[in-house]
């Protein structure tokens, strides 16, 4: 149902307005938002909830995220893609995805919802899937698409790095194994700052060979740094962690 003229309608149409302007889309069947925005606690029935709505979004947010995956890591297998769009679209990401709109403000709650200033993650989590299941039946696959890249795309690409941080060290030990027939050792060379805020000189090392040094907030930190010094020193490339 459209929103009444009923002071409290005009009030809703504000609300209605004012979502779609934080959320960057405009709605052709306005009702869909209004659907999409309305917990159980405020809904006559729970047809009328956005439960339904979060079903679907769910569907359409993994799938433009797959489709994603899949053209942008052709090396992956099934289970390194699973595992990246669980992190991708995980329900605390689907949550922040939520505050960084600021969907909370615009949630239709019930009275005997008590936030204590702070929406549960969960509500958060579950509005912004709906919201993605009310674009697409709005204005069908493209406009979704186009409105879920713009949350997961960063995502996607913060999961990239860290995987390739987080492999720099085996990666490098099976480099420098083929090349040099050794595995690398690390060294730490300085640190310094005080006890609770130290950062830490590491360089990895194979027979003779130092590869340039990275610094990092932890060891384990300023190692996968040296790591990826060292694999680019040897591809000739860039130094991505430069320490002077």
Same mark, same amino acid.
């Given at each position: 149902m459209p929103p009444s003229d009923t002071p409290n309608g005009?009030?809703?149409?504000?609300?209605?307005?004012?979502?779609?302007?934080?959320?960057?889309?405009?709605?052709?069947? =306005?009702? %869909?938002? /209004?659907?999409?925005? *309305? @917990?159980?606690?405020?809904?006559?029935?729970?047809?009328a909830s956005n439960e339904r709505l979060e079903f679907l979004g769910d569907s359409v947010l993994g799938l433009v995220t797959c489709e994603q995956l899949f053209l942008r890591f052709p090396d992956y297998q099934e289970g390194d893609l699973t595992k990246v769009k669980s992190a991708v679209v995980s329900r605390k990401t689907c949550a922040r995805f939520s505050l960084e709109i600021g969907l909370?403000?615009? =949630?239709? %709650?019930? /009275?005997?919802?008590? *936030? @204590?200033?702070?929406?549960?993650?969960?509500?958060?989590?579950n509005t912004f899937e709906s919201v993605v299941a009310a674009v697409f039946l709005d204005g069908g696959w493209d406009a979704a698409r186009e409105f879920?890249?713009?949350f997961v795309?960063?995502?996607i690409e913060r999961v990239a790095r860290d995987a390739i941080s987080a492999n720099a060290k085996s990666q490098l030990q099976t480099v420098t194994q083929r090349e040099y027939g050794d595995t690398p050792r690390y060294f730490l060379l300085d640190e310094q700052?005080?006890?609770?805020?130290?950062?830490?000189?590491?360089?990895?090392?194979?027979?003779?060979?130092?590869?340039?040094?990275?610094w990092g907030h932890t060891k384990k930190e300023a190692e996968l740094k040296a790591a990826m010094n060292a694999l680019a020193h040897i591809h000739g490339d860039e130094l991505p962690y430069p320490s002077d």
């Open positions: 005009g009030r809703e149409r504000e609300i209605l307005d004012e979502c779609q302007g934080a959320i960057g889309y405009r709605f052709l069947k =306005l009702e %869909l938002l /209004r659907s999409a925005l *309305t @917990h159980t606690s405020s809904a006559n029935t729970r047809a909370g403000d615009f =949630l239709f %709650l019930g /009275r005997g919802v008590h *936030t @204590h200033g702070e929406m549960p993650l969960n509500i958060l989590a879920v890249l713009r795309t960063p995502e700052g005080p006890d609770n805020n130290k950062c830490f000189k590491v360089a990895a090392q194979v027979h003779d060979e130092r590869f340039p040094a990275a």
